[in-house]
């Protein structure tokens, strides 16, 4: 633990005013932990508190620099376990360039974490982010993000709004075990929003991953995707659930169920799987194995077990394809490959 000072002034009392401050704090083993430089001090020794003008300081692990702190004024606080720092901070890790600014910095070399405080941005060539508070494991280069986080993925233009978000950036993944809204924007426009219980985004291939009560809201189309779990490829405007999902289309007012989907956003098109129930407005359904539904054309394709029913008028068709717009109730029904026959039920009306 080592103060040195430079062209000094000295006062009897509580107070010392120096015009360059460098102090360096060495652990057990004599390997440095932290140096901060300033050019003005005034430092308390009886409470080890200090005002600085343009501080620097490196922050060391493993006796390397894993963080360097500057700032235009700032108060230093220390002792042999930790650094602390209040003013305008701004922290920077040489190594991956994840640079982090708030209102306090908290070192704490012996638990390897760096703590900054206080309307915290931090800024990287993947990510931006703001929370309460930024957690970093320097030896990891994990940060964790707390308190109000919003979290912006630069490249593929997805903001992130949760309470705590990991951000391991070795790995190039934001990770979040809270609920969390997802938007993308497109022109500074929000084109598409999920929800969801958990979520992890691929910095790298531009993957989301929803889990957990996923509700994913398209604007075009005009489309709301309920489902278990979804995989929502960002670069080619991709989702993908492989649990049960439920679809509406708010345009058409016709809904489909399913136990797996791909919706393929740019082609507007849509591909349903096993046990797929959809029904129009006017409560006409369709229930077959698989489904394509063409949104742009308001044509769907079903195949496997199909049976069609509408109430006006009453009709059942059974067979093992259909093709056709469910809401005009112009739908076409075919035997398929099979040899079986198509079977027309035709309900009659009671008389009056």
Request: glycine share 6%; hydrophobic share 35%.
């Amino acid at each position: 633990n080592q103060l040195n000072l430079q062209s000094s002034k000295k006062e009897e009392g509580v107070t010392s005013t120096f015009l360059v401050l460098m102090i360096d704090q060495v652990d057990e083993v004599g390997r440095i932990l932290w140096k901060v430089q300033a050019k003005q001090a005034n430092y308390t020794a009886q409470n080890k508190l200090g005002v600085v003008q343009n501080p620097f300081g490196e922050l060391f692990q493993d006796g390397k620099v894993v963080y360097q702190v500057r700032a235009d004024k700032a108060e230093i606080e220390r002792d042999a376990q930790k650094l602390f720092l209040k003013g305008k901070i701004i922290a920077v890790d040489p190594n991956n360039g994840v640079e982090l600014r708030g209102n306090e910095l908290e070192w704490r070399p012996k638990e390897d974490l760096l703590i900054v405080r206080n309307q915290i941005n931090g800024n990287h060539k993947q990510v931006q982010a703001v929370a309460r508070e930024a957690r970093v494991k320097t030896r990891q280069q994990r940060i964790e993000f707390i308190g109000g986080v919003v979290a912006n993925a630069k490249e593929s233009q997805l903001q992130m709004r949760t309470e705590q978000l990991l951000w391991p950036v070795k790995e190039e993944k934001l990770i979040a075990q809270k609920p969390i809204q997802i938007d993308r924007y497109k022109n500074k426009q929000i084109t598409d929003r999920g929800r969801g219980d958990a979520a992890s985004v691929n910095l790298k291939t531009n993957i989301a991953t929803v889990t957990k009560n996923v509700q994913i809201e398209l604007v075009d189309p005009s489309m709301q995707i309920a489902t278990g779990a979804a995989t929502w490829n960002l670069k080619t405007d991709t989702v993908i659930t492989n649990s049960k999902v439920r679809v509406l289309h708010r345009e058409e007012n016709v809904t489909v169920t399913a136990n797996q989907g791909e919706f393929r956003i740019p082609q507007k098109t849509v591909f349903l799987k096993g046990n797929v129930t959809g029904i129009g407005q006017r409560s006409q359904s369709i229930n077959s194995q698989n489904l394509t539904w063409f949104l742009d054309k308001q044509l769907i394709e079903a195949e496997g077990s199909v049976v069609y029913k509408q109430a006006d008028p009453p009709l059942t068709f059974k067979g093992e394809k259909a093709f056709g717009n469910i809401n005009t109730q112009n739908i076409s029904v075919t035997g398929g490959n099979t040899g079986r026959r198509v079977v027309t039920e035709i309900i009659p009306q009671p008389r009056e």
